[in-house]
Every structure is written in C-alpha cells, then in structure tokens.
C-alpha cells in the first residue's frame, strides 16, 4: 500500500489521523508518518483494506481492543 492509498482508505473509512492510530493501535505520531512517508506494514494495510472492503465501521474495531 502506498501512502496515497493510505491516505484515501482514511478518507473513505471517515478517519483522520488522529482517529486512525486509535483505531489501529499505533501512536498518532506513527499514523502520520504512514501518511507521510513511512512504509505501511503488510498486517496495518491489511486491516484497512478488509474495513473498507467490508463496510466495517472503524469504531468496532478499536472497541475489538
């Protein structure tokens, strides 16, 4: 997943960055290097891929914590 893919899945799934490092378990300050610049790990990419693909609301997977 590039960055730009990350950003619009973020998008799609009503995320900002903040929002985005709760909800997959990482500090806000890696979210936005993901963002950025960061390589995306396979598992994060994953995640977010299945959310978006399955209408799966971000706010039942940070309560899955």
């Known amino acids: 997943m590039t ?6 899945l973020l998008e799609h799934l009503g995320l900002n960055v ?3 490092g ?3 378990g990482i500090s ?3 979210a936005q290097r993901y963002a950025a610049n ?3 790990p396979g598992p994060v990419a994953k995640l ?3 959310m978006a693909e399955k ?3 971000p ?3 940070e309560a899955l914590k």
């Open 55 to 57: 209408n799966i609301d």
């Open 59 to 61: 706010k039942h997977v």
């Open 48 to 50: 977010m891929r299945l």
């Open 38 to 40: 960061d390589a995306i």
């Open 22 to 24: 709760r909800v997959l």
């Open 28 to 30: 806000p300050r890696q």
């Open 3 to 8: 960055n730009a893919q990350y950003r619009l």
């Open 18 to 20: 903040l929002a985005a």
